[in-house]
């Protein structure tokens, strides 16, 4: 729950908002990072020291639901003549250390990024006539931080977030988002460590869908040149009624012959899906080594679970060489180009510690695999095969309902454990699958009509009897038993 202040009106755990220029005694009495992160909001408002603030009336290490303190609300003017309207400029306080006493974040020092090392930013398309923002951004806001604080996945830019619901609750188009750098707020140096500050942009779902099958930056790109659809500042329009394809069809070849060139750089999402072994059991089928499907609980050790991360962080590196890490990969701290590592040891809580020990657990060679998806899964199936595999990539799904991973790779990814002579492969539940191009080839005209998924009736399943393959597309309440 929060309430709505003017952030220089006293609350009860927070003093009114200083700005650079605060007297030093106050100062003192501020939280340092909170003090600073203040310091770049009055670089770019000095005329507006005191901004009406939604504030979390419970904070977050006091036990209260959201995980922002603060999210600070500014009015922009922005500059007509270079097509950039007035706006609303929302800015959150609670992903970065604030206080550097660990309450929320471990401090791990100054050099590093501050608690998770950046913070949302939020610009809205100020309505004729509003005298106040709304309010609805800080919420939307909230929602994010949750999903960071929960899974402890950090954001970068490109990114993108399938909300599949329009963000202000209304009938509007811009039910998705994308990620980018704040345009005007810069990097700040804390006494915990640096806060960037991440901008979310307001998307369709067809935007979205093109930044899925190439990539983030590009879409973004493209929204820039395209004033009512974002503009040099990515302004979130509410009530725009088209695409950036429909208002530009031209847009559209650029993104296809993007996709051509490059690929996707989407590497993999978490989804519904599961797999089954439709192979002849062990022999021994007391050999506690290996982890069989249906016999024991389907359980992702944290070794496993971090090469799974290591794999997407490293598909979001664009022109690297896809390469899968080894089995067991030594832990790689600190920051990459492009993203963080989660401050986790595992994708999952503590509670999906694998039960059987990792070097205890056999790689199997599988002959024959059946796999399932819900039906927005199996409708990223082609860009998995078109998008990366095409290109010499892999691709993986992680379960959301179940404690099992999906890995398709290509014969040019180095360091799979699935193999052209055994191109289906397990480690406990993480199965890859080894695609040949012309196999891809022939799974992409067998598929085609996963692009329009609307007409077709669920159940749909897909057979390979030469490849000893099964794909289904089932609906969604399968994924919720307790079977998968």
């Not at 040149?225 to 031209?250: C, K, N, Q, S, Y």
């Amino acid at each position: 729950m929060a309430e709505l202040r003017p952030s220089g009106a006293p609350g009860p755990t927070a003093p009114p908002a200083p700005g650079p220029t605060a007297p030093p005694a106050f100062a003192s009495l501020f939280p340092p990072g909170l003090h600073a992160i203040y310091g770049e909001c009055r670089r770019l408002y000095p005329d507006q020291p005191n901004p009406l603030q939604v504030t979390a009336i419970v904070k977050y290490w006091l036990g209260g639901p959201d995980p922002l303190d603060y999210v600070s609300m500014y009015r922009n003017v922005g500059s007509p003549s270079a097509s950039i309207p007035e706006h609303w400029h929302y800015i959150s306080f609670g992903l970065s250390d604030l206080y550097g006493d660990n309450r929320v974040h471990e401090f791990t020092g100054t050099d590093g990024p501050s608690g998770f090392g950046f913070e949302l930013t939020f610009r809205l398309k100020r309505e004729t006539g509003e005298s106040a923002p709304p309010t609805w951004p800080a919420e939307l806001m909230q929602g994010l931080a949750r999903y960071v604080f929960q899974s402890e996945n950090t954001f970068c830019s490109g990114d993108h977030v399938s909300w599949h619901s329009p963000l202000d609750n209304s009938e509007s188009r811009i039910q998705h988002m994308l990620l980018t750098e704040d345009p005007q707020m810069q990097p700040v140096q804390t006494p915990f460590g640096v806060v960037t500050f991440l901008q979310i942009v307001g998307v369709c779902t067809e935007e979205l869908h093109a930044a899925q099958q190439w990539n983030g930056q590009g879409i973004l790109e493209l929204l820039r040149t395209v004033p009512i659809a974002g503009g040099p500042w990515l302004i979130t329009d509410m009530r725009r009624g088209e695409t950036i394809f429909e208002i530009d069809p031209h847009l559209q070849e650029r993104v296809d012959k993007g996709i051509e060139t490059d690929g996707s750089n989407l590497s993999g999402v978490s989804a519904k899906c599961a797999w089954d072994d439709l192979s002849r059991p062990p022999e021994d089928d007391e050999d506690s080594r290996s982890i069989c499907i249906g016999t024991q609980p389907r359980r992702l050790s944290g070794k496993d679970t971090e090469q799974i991360r290591e794999t997407l962080r490293r598909g979001l590196e664009i022109n690297s060489k896809p390469v899968l890490p080894p089995i067991n990969p030594q832990r790689q701290n600190g920051l990459t180009h492009d993203r963080a590592p989660s401050r986790k040891d595992s994708l999952e809580s503590d509670s999906s510690t694998a039960i059987i020990p990792h070097e205890l657990i056999r790689t199997r060679q599988l002959e024959s695999v059946h796999l399932k998806f819900n039906q927005e899964s199996g409708a990223l199936i082609p860009l998995c095969l078109r998008g990366r595999l095409l290109h010499g990539r892999h691709f993986t799904y992680k379960s959301i309902t179940g404690d099992m991973a999906i890995t398709f790779v290509s014969t040019g990814v180095e360091g799979a454990f699935a193999t052209e002579e055994h191109p289906y492969a397990a480690h406990g539940p993480w199965l890859q699958i080894l695609l040949t191009e012309e196999f891809v080839e022939k799974m992409l005209e067998d598929l085609e009509d996963l692009t329009s998924p609307e007409e077709f009736k669920l159940p749909k399943e897909y057979s390979w009897p030469e490849k000893k393959l099964k794909v289904s597309i089932l609906p969604d309440v399968v994924f919720d038993s307790p079977l998968h």
